[in-house]
């Protein structure tokens, strides 16, 4: 079946420094990418919808210089978060629509940011 | 935008009961609803969706129903099992997720 590979799963990482989280789809084309912000008990949060080759579109009230999206290939989108913060601790994860023409959507295995 | 509500947000079960978590949506043109499971720091994995021109999808304990007048659908387990602890997101969809707040179940042993 269709998979979002992930990674890192877990990084820790110094305020003012840039984390950079990528996804890729081992066995499919993925023209549209969403990343979405999950914290502690909480539902997921939309952040932005990446598309290969043009500019990703982002949520109201997400920043956009500061969290960088980039979809450089078919099967590749990542997110940059930017000098990073202590609230930008959260779980970050991303998913892919699976199949033309089909709703389904895979994600991939998430990232724990945390930052110190 | 679409606007998803979920109810309740815990929901603690004796094992072998059933479970009922509900939805509402507030775009009438969304399309597509899933029910995702989630455990603890891992990807929610779907576990049953249906589509606007079904009412009712079962999948052996689980089943889910929607109400495209109401805007509104559920999920429905049936003998519930320790192992069905999880949260519980529901969704709807035209072009992209809007999903619920989550619904963490306790099935008590």
């Known amino acids: 079946g269709a998979v979002v590979s992930q990674h890192p799963s877990r990084v820790i990482c110094k305020s003012g420094t840039s984390v950079k989280i990528e996804c890729r789809s081992l066995d499919f084309q993925a023209t549209t990418m969403f990343w979405y912000r999950q914290f502690p008990k909480k539902s997921l949060m939309l952040m932005a919808t990446?598309?290969?080759?043009?500019?990703?579109?982002?949520e109201q009230g997400v920043e956009k210089d500061k969290f960088l999206i980039n979809h450089a290939s078919l099967t590749l989108s990542t997110l940059t978060v930017t000098s990073a913060h202590p609230e930008d601790s959260s779980f970050y994860i991303c998913s892919a629509p699976t199949l033309p023409g089909h709703p389904g959507y895979t994600f991939g295995s998430g990232t724990r940011l945390t930052v110190v | 935008g679409e606007n998803v509500e979920q109810h309740p947000s815990t929901l603690s079960v004796q094992e072998g009961d059933s479970a009922v978590i509900k939805c509402t949506y507030s775009?009438?043109?969304?399309?597509?609803f899933p029910w995702y499971k989630q455990e603890l720091g891992k990807r929610p994995q779907l576990i049953i969706d249906?589509?606007?021109?079904?009412g009712e999808k079962k999948d052996q304990r689980i089943a889910v129903t929607l109400n495209k007048t109401a805007k509104h659908f559920s999920l429905h387990i049936t003998e519930t099992q320790p192992e069905d602890s999880a949260v519980y997101f529901c969704a709807a969809s035209l072009d992209q997720f809007y999903f619920g707040t989550g619904t963490s179940l306790t099935v008590i042993p």
């Open positions: 249906i589509r606007s021109n079904v």
């Open positions: 775009d009438s043109a969304s399309n597509y």
């Open positions: 990446s598309n290969e080759g043009s500019k990703a579109t982002y």
